[in-house]
């Protein structure tokens, strides 16, 4: 499923990148879970517990490109937590952006 067709169809987007990169753009609705930052436990039983009313929801987790194995890394993390509809968007924000897609900023999804 093509990134943009997933984020039409209401799929949760999770951001790996760095809350300052998060903050200076992100795909609109995109929770942030930086990989690399104090806090991610809570912030990934956050997330399982926000899935839990439906588990069936694809996740698409992305960060700087297909060079960044951010993304990957916490798909594996999310997976272990029982959370199996992962999907990871290869190009990352840098091709939403250069795509025209819709932007936010900000700490807020």
């Avoid at 903050?23 to 399982?48: K, M, N, Q, T, V």
Wanted: charged share 25%; hydrophobic share 40%; net charge neutral.
């Amino acid at each position: 499923m093509e990134a943009w067709e997933a984020w039409r169809l209401g799929a949760l987007f999770v951001d790996a990148r760095r809350s300052a990169e998060f903050r200076a753009g992100h795909i609109p609705g995109a929770r942030s879970l930086p990989l690399w930052e104090d806090g991610l436990e809570a912030r990934l039983a956050d997330l399982r517990d926000f899935q839990v009313e439906d588990p069936r929801r694809v996740i698409v987790l992305y960060c700087t490109g297909s060079a960044c194995t951010d993304s990957h890394d916490l798909a594996q993390r999310l997976f272990a937590l029982g959370l199996p509809n992962l999907r990871i968007y290869t190009g990352g924000y840098p091709a939403w952006a250069r795509h025209g897609r819709p932007v936010a900023k900000g700490a807020q999804p």
